[in-house]
């Protein structure tokens, strides 16, 4: 029996077939303990003799069942950590990334630029005050200028017109605002750029938006010229486009500078195609500017201090820049927020 015992243990596959071997065996009515039991029936000395062979037999048996049930477990434990185990040589899931719209990739391109050439970064209002828009850059009310941009305006009044002597408020329609704000603020020599949004009340078309963004540029010191004005653009177009880079000036009119220029910047890509690009405007800070800004200035409890000095302005759209780069057709794919088009740029930082 107890080799009969010892290889249905060894044979015995699970920790299930094991139970069954040792109830068959050492169990409350297994074939050993029965044998056990039955040693009452037997003379005194055969009992004795008897009851030792069989404890013999159940202490191997025991001790088999012992050391077999430690290995099904440990095998058992060893089949569970492995089915369970990591393999961290697996691909991940990925989770999915995001990246910077195209227009913030060209802004941190072009103030990038500017900070390397000393310019200090100001951020300001998109809703704004009439004067800040108009008034103080040279375009008073009566001025035709001011319908060159169409103007979103707040209706702050219960009417929607506006209280006598509050001033009346509007979406900016370009950055040059912070030409004045930037001025009131800060004492001259600077230089200044900044970036926004801008609103315009006009029909949409592949190149324009109601809603787009300008950076503009303000350099105010002594002695400021022209000059500075063309190198400080070719330099802006020589960080955008390499060491060759063109640009051009063409004399335009804006209220605010005199002279005044639109600029554009020849334009290559790999696959040969070419044109100039119309960026924006710049000119020569106009003396009316610099005293609108020292009125402002003295109101406010401040020194005068910039009439008599000199300074150019510029203003640019981004969105020109990016659809070139990333040959964008339409401007209206940038903020129509079509997964198809964004997902284009995804991990582009
Ligand atoms: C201005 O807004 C002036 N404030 C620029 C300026 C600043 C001149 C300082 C002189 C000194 P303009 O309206 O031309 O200028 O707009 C400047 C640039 O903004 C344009 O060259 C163009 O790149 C972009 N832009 C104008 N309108 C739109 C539009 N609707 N959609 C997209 N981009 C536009």
Known sequence: MQQEALAEIAAAGDLDALQQVKTKYVGKKGLITQQLGSLGGLAPEERKSRGAEINVVRQAVQGALDKREALLKRAALDAKLQGEALDVTLPGLGLPSGGLHPINRVYSDLIGIFTRLGYEVAEGPEVEEEHYNFGALNIPWYHPARELQDTFWLKDGPDGSSEPGVPRRLLRTHTSNMQIRYMVEHEPPLKMVSRGKVYRYEATDATHEAMFHQLEGLVVGEGISMADLKGTIAEMARGLYGAGAKVRFQPSYYPFVEPGADFAVWWE?????????????????????????????????????????????????????????????????????????????????
């Not at 209206?332 to 284009?344: G, T």
């Open 269 to 349: 890509n790999p696959r040969g195609e070419s044109k100039w690009l119309e960026l924006g405007g710049c000119g020569m800070v106009h003396p009316h500017v610099f005293k609108a800004v020292d009125d402002l200035r003295e109101a406010a409890g401040k020194e005068r201090v910039y009439e008599g000095l000199t300074g150019f302005a510029f203003g640019l759209g981004p969105e020109r820049i990016a659809m070139l780069k990333y040959g964008i057709p339409d401007i209206r794919y940038f903020y129509a927020n079509d997964p198809r088009v964004m997902r284009q740029f995804r991990g582009e930082l």
